[in-house]
């Protein structure tokens, strides 16, 4: 990714990291319950397999707040830190939930459950996560604005080739016509058939 990230849209590589980890979460439980000469194997192959995931997704993140205005990357620092507290904290509900008795008859059962329910719904935040890029971020005027003119500048010379660019030049002739957003133009080697598509709703920026 360090190499041919800039290939990808930033949408492309949210749904990959994310949507990655995602599945990952849901695999773990399951890795676990497999015979004892496997689950050990089993589980650490994929969390070196989480690990690629996860580092795209927060490469994703951190990349996108680098196109935004500087406030957005102490938004991203900040929701850092909240989604370390609340995992802590959702750790200790589900272990209040299921308690873990050493010696306990169903000592096995609440340990896998509270795990079990830990990853599911941290597996449904990440797919939450997801479904917010593709239906709302992606096509937010502000986003357009300041994190397009990358997918601009990698595709110069090139026509449409791309789901995301597609989409970036049918939504510029319904952002044109209401009128909306921006008011920097690139610079000319950059004038590419997408670029100046963006280029055409170039009027007034959007509002942060």
């Not at 994310?18 to 969390?47: D, H, W």
């Not at 016509?177 to 055409?200: C, D, N, W, Y």
């Amino acid at each position: 990714m360090v190499i041919s990230g800039r290939k990808f849209t930033h949408t492309k590589r949210v749904v990959f990291g994310f949507g990655g980890c995602s599945v990952v979460l849901l695999l773990l439980p399951i890795a676990v319950t497999l015979p004892t000469s496997t689950n050990f194997y089993m589980t650490f192959l994929l969390l070196v397999i989480f690990g690629a995931f996860s580092g795209t997704a927060q490469g994703s993140v951190f990349s996108m707040a680098a196109g935004l205005p500087f406030k957005y990357m102490g938004a991203v620092m900040f929701g850092s830190g909240i989604c370390g507290v609340s995992t802590n904290a959702l750790r200790a509900i589900t272990l209040i939930s299921f308690p873990i008795v050493p010696g306990a008859a169903d000592e096995k059962r609440n340990n896998f459950l509270s795990a079990a329910v830990f990853l599911s719904i941290a597996a449904l935040v990440m797919v939450a996560i997801v479904v917010l890029q593709i239906v709302f971020v992606k096509k937010n005027p502000f986003y357009v604005y300041y994190l397009d003119w990358d997918i601009g500048e990698d595709c110069k010379g090139n026509e449409l080739d791309s789901d995301q660019e597609a989409n970036d030049y049918n939504l510029a002739n319904t952002m044109s016509s209401a009128g909306v957003v921006s008011s920097s133009s690139p610079s000319p080697e950059l004038e590419t058939k997408h670029v100046k598509q963006l280029r055409s709703i170039a009027r007034y920026p959007p509002q942060e």
